[in-house]
């Protein structure tokens, strides 16, 4: 009964259905190299996933992230 009694908010437009990629952010923690990779099962910020190609130095999940596909929707 009380949903009844509610006003009804206005759509404010048709959404599009947006197809989506989500990206992996890495960076070397002693040099700041930075590199996007493809999102993975398992993924997650400050989890190290190796050593740097340049230093050496740890590599981890700084962001996790996505962006919009270049396809049709």
Do not use: N, W
Not at 20 to 40: D, I, M, P, Y
């Amino acid at each position: 009964m009380l949903a009844s009694t509610l006003p009804k908010i206005p759509s404010i437009g048709k959404r599009d259905k947006l197809q989506r990629v989500v990206f992996t952010s890495v960076e070397c923690s002693s040099c700041h190299a930075k590199t996007k990779q493809a999102f993975k099962d398992g993924d997650y910020i400050v989890k190290e996933i190796g050593k740097c190609e340049k230093c050496g130095g740890p590599k981890v999940i700084a962001l996790i992230y996505s962006e919009q596909s270049a396809g049709p929707k």
